[in-house]
Nanobody
């Protein structure tokens, strides 16, 4: 049974930073690739960032490259998303997701999801 709980969302102003956390209850957490997706109102869920099981490989959506950093601490069963230079277009519900071993940017490739945390960026 995989459980993912996101936290750290909130309301910030453009240019601010925010760090999201995803606490995982997973047996053999280090076997899982982890990712962040987001979904804005009226839009499809989209890929944001992913990190493989060893933290040696990461991938980012073009829209967040240079602004967001994904990291993981296997001993703490936690994944983070450090977001900087936030813009109103980053406003969305952010979801944590897990899949075994390798990174994917496709929503359908992830079997386990958290409930999401809301991030709102005002201009």
């Amino acid at each position: 049974q995989v459980q993912l709980v996101e936290s750290g969302g909130g309301v910030v102003q453009a240019g601010d930073s925010l760090r999201l956390s995803c606490a995982a209850s997973i047996l053999y957490f280090s076997n899982y690739a982890m990712a962040w997706f987001r979904q804005a109102p009226g839009k499809e869920r989209e890929f944001v960032a992913a990190i493989d099981w060893s933290a040696s490989n990461t991938e980012y959506a073009d829209s967040v490259k240079g602004r967001f950093i994904i990291s993981r601490y296997n001993a703490e069963l936690t994944v983070y998303l450090q977001m900087s230079s936030l813009q109103p277009e980053d406003t969305a519900v952010y979801f944590c997701a897990a899949r075994l071993y390798t990174i994917s940017t496709a929503v359908g490739d992830y079997s386990d999801w958290g409930q999401g945390t809301q991030v709102t960026v005002s201009s």
